[in-house]
């Protein structure tokens, strides 16, 4: 890895260095584990007290931090400075595109140039491929689908017949693409009669999508992702639910049927959405939350999810509820007594 | 897609056509999506209100609705409708079986006539596949698996050695059957010690299982799913658990080990099962319950899971414990100055 | 599978033989399932009530059960012996270590002796395997990851570049390895700008890895998994999080970013840990909880985890919220009626 001068690097993030800006540093690492010669990223004011007994050579810090005799370079966003250094030390390697020997790639698909297909891929017919795409080992991409620009796909990836995917989408190992959505009819028979399902799934451009997660394709119609969004691992997005443009679906969020999450949504991890229900845009749910009815704007929590003060409120008191109890008691025992002395005044 | 008039459409769903005889459609689609030279599915009356604006040309709509001015086809059960016109307007395409010839099958497995093997499949020694099967690509199948007529296995599945799948079985992507099962003993050492898993796991007739799920080995003996249960994606099913017959388990459930559920039950999203826990025969568990202690029958919701009229009152009181302190700190203040009252009467 | 007499038996597992020493066994089993010839093994008293009804032809039993007129070893610890004897009954098969001739080994790759490698899998360049290791079918080995002795790895395993794993280790099928952290910066446009995730994953001696997992690299330094923990499937463990030693963490359950879990902990299935949060050693987190501050040494339970005695007492009285309000709701008619009296008497 190549090492680059404080000055260089206080240019690349439009920060203020305080300290020599001709020492070189050749790595970027936290303030706990960096060593001489690191560059350590500080994010707020909470962790900026580790600087001290950081052995890091210098610091990339907000703006606001009180003075130290170490060097720093002052950033606004110290967060959109680790994205401008990590990408200066780590440049994507560059990549000669090609299509492995051992790949099979149906005589009807249609590859733009610099598409990269893998050993043991698999692209059947009618799959559409955009301009330097990378497909990696062991994907299978179903019939007729369609893979955007600059799109990459991880290995051992199942994208299902007809999925609609954009441009630079990434979808990690694993993931599942278009598989049959959970629609079933209770028959007389107690038999559960299988609803065919002939939709597809719709992926917009810019969309992150985790490892091992499934993606339902609709009954009919689609099940979309909206341009922006990113989902963590392991996440489940059933049948005709679309998701909102840039929203963030935590690890192990599971979304049921026709569920509409809007824009700029935040789901945390283990989350589950019940069947037909709507998120508002710019809502925020907590984890571990089961959302069962129309929520949002704001923050909710909790099952079924409440706004988060009254949740907090409720919380706090279900752990103090044998208290609670005990006074409950403690009063009817002197109410009690109130009335038994009360009765002999009576008399 | 061919079209087809309402009158063929009407006979196929044994349905009472109100309107054009002889118009023809092309497309099934959900009221919302649905346009010109469409035909849309209505279930129930609550979504008949969308009737009215939608671009459909026809309908079909429960027996019981009120009369409209559009092209309707009335139906006792429109979900069966569904199935029925989805079959019809969707035929499954005919195929050709056929070898992939990057395949890898051991000469010492058993296929049945009209078998299909994806490219990058691996069939190990002793596999016996049913007639009609469909293994797709990069699937691997262990040892020994025995898998029944017609059944259906998605791109990159795992088979671990020693399965039993029956016959018109679907598994759809990334699924894991017959993983080892979680078993350890506490060593004095403080480690944990490995108990084998040595059984297997045993899939009966017309079961689906969903993507990415994972179907524990037993210790000794069998993990078993009996027909017809249904499994949507990312569920997890411990080792020598047993799954009923015509069983609905929805997504991202989680059974323990040695788990009973019996027929005819519905687990919704999230649900987690404790060791050896029973659910009898036609139970109902709420989306993100926890079952700890035997349950069933009827509707049982939360952790611990209760019977849900239970559950809902408590659920309901959760939110209004601040009101209910507040409550009782007011009777207390009012005890208090009513004793003080007393006992200057007593003087 | 051949059989061993309950002499040989009994010696293997240390074990005080009652019955007769030279009747021989040809598997073990359940209490429930064995038949005739048949070696049950009973780990606790309750099972014991069992042993009348059982049909297997002799038992392993705790030492300290009554009499029974049936042919049994008596162990100190069952579970132990179990082990044992599935290790006596069940050798693990020799196997011929071969690279398959439909495995991709780039040239760059370092194979020590003895390794397998499964058809379809792909070794990357500069990738390095440690002697007897075992790659299954499909895996996909990313560039420069090195595999320690003894390994195995499953199939259709995602392993990304740089990723470090220790000797004895397994790996079941489906799971990914090393895919991106979830990390993103809110930009000013609304957008989510990636963190780039240059870390890699490291997982230490002797652990075992469930189906379908993901563990995710650190965006900077590592992510780890020390010596001798165990996971079961469908587990997800964020960016730069770190797992103790000996550690067990049952299906599904979620770390998210930075979790610091200690030696010797235990988290049952479906617990979800937030952002930065630490578990001491030796904790237990029940079923579902969710851990949002750091907790332990001890039992924790619930959302927000508490420790195990509140939570009970909570949720003990939780269900009996409606007979709480009704007591309170009688105390304050009786109050007001106390109150009333009070009054007239001051008149």
């Not at 706990?32 to 950081?54: P, R, T």
């Not at 780590?90 to 140039?113: C, F, G, T, Y």
């Not at 609670?324 to 009817?332: F, M, Q, S, W």
């Amino acid at each position: 890895m190549r090492g680059y001068s404080l000055e260089t690097i206080s240019e690349n993030v439009h920060g203020r260095l305080y300290g020599e800006p001709e020492l070189v540093v050749n790595r970027i690492m936290t303030v706990d584990e960096a060593g001489h010669g690191d560059l350590a990223v500080v994010f707020d004011s909470k962790i900026a007290a580790g600087i001290e007994g950081s052995r890091a050579s210098a610091f990339v810090v907000p703006m606001k931090i009180p003075d130290i005799k170490r060097n720093i370079i002052r950033v606004p966003n110290p967060r959109l400075a680790l994205i401008q250094l990590l990408n200066l030390f780590h440049p994507r390697p560059e990549r000669e595109p090609v299509i492995h020997e051992r790949a099979v790639v149906s005589p009807r698909a249609k590859l733009s140039p610099g598409v990269s297909v893998g050993a043991g891929a698999l692209i059947e017919a009618d799959v559409e491929i955009g301009a330097g795409a990378w497909i990696h080992p062991n994907v299978c991409l179903g019939e007729g689908s369609i893979i955007g620009d600059q799109t990459e796909i991880f290995p051992n990836v199942t994208i299902y017949p007809g999925t609609r995917i954009g441009r630079r989408v990434r979808i990690h190992a694993g993931t599942v693409i278009g598989s049959d959505g959970f629609g079933y009819v209770n028959l007389e028979s107690g038999e559960q009669g299988k609803i065919p399902q002939v939709g597809y799934v719709e992926i917009e451009d810019d969309v992150e999508i985790g490892a091992n997660c499934t993606i339902d394709r609709a009954t009919l119609g689609a099940t979309r992702i909206l341009s922006g969004t990113k989902i963590d691992n392991l996440v489940q997005v059933g049948h005709n639910s679309e998701i909102g443009k840039h929203s963030i679906l935590a690890g192990q969020v599971g979304l049921s049927g026709s569920v509409r999450i809007g824009n700029h949504c935040v789901l945390a991890g283990q989350v589950g959405v019940g069947d037909h229900v709507q998120i508002k845009d710019g809502t925020m749910v907590g984890g571990q939350s089961g959302v069962v009815r129309d929520v949002g704007p704001g923050r909710w929590v909790g099952y079924p999810a409440i706004p988060v003060i009254k949740a907090l409120r409720a919380q706090h008191l279900f752990v103090e509820l044998p208290a609670l109890r005990r006074l409950v008691r403690d009063l009817e025992r002197r109410l009690t007594e109130l009335e038994g002395r009360e009765q002999s005044h009576d008399k």
